[in-house]
């Protein structure tokens, strides 16, 4: 039996509702009258009969239980610093570290000599964005970047501007996607850097990477692109792709928190000025010293994704298809936020019109799901990434993301359906907005007075 398997019992209290292995589904409501489910949790002042079902796998996934099972002897008896070169402790821990190493960069096609640990994507992009434009800022003044970025690209672009470079932020489609004839026309001789995000993480919609990669190529400009949501998701191919940098997340495919990884092209060689000083560890691009058991889990869910990505996206692909539809046939005036075409299918953003978004989270208490990205869902300010697209306040306001996942359910698919349907019912049938809308009348024609 797996290690992580026996230490299980361990952190069960006695007497718990037994689990059901790699799922989070709440239980269907026939058996609503269970013992199991008539047991409450109170969290925040919210009352739940239970632990709701998980669907916002774009904040994080839950660990695979294989990536656990590596991880687990390098907390309890391989524990040695992989930075210590006398004794077998250290040399194990090295040796692990490599190994991982080798298996991130060969899911994206890299040299592992390529491959730079860190604590995260999000630091991985201050590395990336500031660190390029600092070493390079006697010659490169000017950034590229679209919108719709994470909050943290967005957030160091604001920084450089402060140290006086110049920054260009595109605006995307109605769908999502770059303009490629805009962000071509967008570089200029002093542009050090062009930053793209590969997949969304509000909306899903994965960009045209070769295509912008073969622009930044011909102008000879470096292509960053924040892959935290694309790793182990899509294919990558950092040469066929022209990708110069790329920040890579641990806990967005079934791996660790804590961990990440920045790819930095060795040929054409691009340098970056290192954001934190230390023991020079990481070839003096990132010190500090490096979290064996993280960066082995890391690399042994690169691992599995190498191996069943293919899978995950048939079967995922599948449950976006019948959430979709489950919803789109009991309730009317649901609209897909960004591209369908050209989207990662775990990834479901839906607005529904004449619906308050707060109110329909709050009512959805028995499913996990968000109103946008973590990093800025405590803002009670609609999604800046929503309105990049065009999309109306009041219909932004009414966003929801469904996040499916490898170990989501057709039975915690089918719950998702049931609850949103029933408080979308509920909700409009509340709003005079709604009934005014059934009835016909143009509510943008409307003048309404302020009292």
């Known amino acids: 039996m797996a290690l992580s398997r026996r230490l299980l019992p361990l952190f069960l209290r006695p007497g718990a509702p037994a689990v059901r292995a790699l799922s989070t589904a709440a239980a269907p409501a026939a058996a609503a009258t269970s013992d199991e489910e008539e047991e409450s949790i109170t969290v925040k002042g919210v009352r739940i009969s239970g632990r709701p079902l998980y669907m916002d796998m774009q904040a994080t996934t839950p660990v695979d239980p294989r990536v656990l099972d590596a991880m687990l002897p390098f907390y309890l008896s391989r524990y040695g ?15 692990a570290v490599e190994a991982a190493r080798a298996s991130v960069a060969s899911l994206v096609g890299a040299d592992p000599r390529e491959i730079f640990f860190t604590s995260g994507a999000t630091e991985c992009n201050n590395i990336a964005v500031k660190g390029v434009m600092r070493f390079y800022r006697d010659r490169r003044r000017h950034v590229v970047t679209t919108q719709t970025e994470h909050k943290c690209v967005l957030d160091s672009c604001r920084y450089l501007q402060q140290e006086g470079f110049e920054v260009t932020y595109l605006p995307v489609r109605k769908n999502g996607l770059v ?78 928190k804590g961990v ?12 970056v000025e290192p954001q934190m000083s230390g023991g020079g560890q990481e070839r003096g691009i990132r010190s500090g010293t490096v979290p064996t058991p993280l960066v082995v889990g890391f690399g042994a869910a690169c691992e ?3 191996q ?37 299918p775990g990834n479901l953003n839906l607005s529904f019109a004449y619906v308050e978004g707060e109110s329909l989270l709050m009512g959805l208490k028995e499913v996990a799901v968000s109103s946008g990205s973590a990093c ?55 709003s005079p907005l709604y009934e005014m809308a059934k009835a016909g009348i143009d509510l943008k024609s409307i003048e309404w007075s302020q009292h």
Not at 183 to 211: F, H, K, W, Y
Not at 312 to 338: F, K
Not at 385 to 405: K, P, Q
Not at 407 to 425: C, G, H, M, N, S
């Open 179 to 256: 303009d490629l004839a805009q962000l071509e026309d967008a570089i200029r001789p002093d542009t050090g850097l062009v930053s793209v995000m590969a997949v969304n993480n509000e909306i899903g919609v994965v960009q045209p990477l070769e295509d912008i990669g073969r622009i930044c190529k011909e102008k000879g400009v470096p292509f960053h692109t924040d892959a935290a949501q694309a790793l182990g998701k899509i294919p990558i191919d950092v040469n066929r792709m022209g990708i110069g940098l790329m920040s890579l997340s641990g806990h967005k495919i079934y791996g660790p």
């Open 260 to 271: 990440g990884a920045l790819y930095l092209r060795r040929r054409p060689r691009i340098r």
């Open 376 to 430: 800025t869902s405590a803002s009670l300010e609609p999604s800046y990434v929503l309105r990049a697209l065009g999309v109306e306040e009041d219909m932004a306001h009414t966003s929801i993301r469904f996040g499916i996942g490898r170990f989501t359910t057709e039975e915690e698919v089918d719950r998702a359906i049931e609850l949103t349907v029933r408080q979308v019912k509920k909700l409009r049938d509340m």
């Open 308 to 344: 069943e990505m293919d899978y995950d996206h048939r079967r995922v692909s599948a449950l976006q298809q019948r959430l979709l539809d489950g919803i789109r046939a009991q309730v009317d005036e649901v609209v897909i936020n960004g591209s369908m075409k050209h989207r990662y």
């Open 81 to 95: 610093n992989p930075h210590s070169r006398t004794h077998l402790y250290g040399w194990e821990s090295d040796a």
């Open 304 to 306: 599995i994704a190498a």
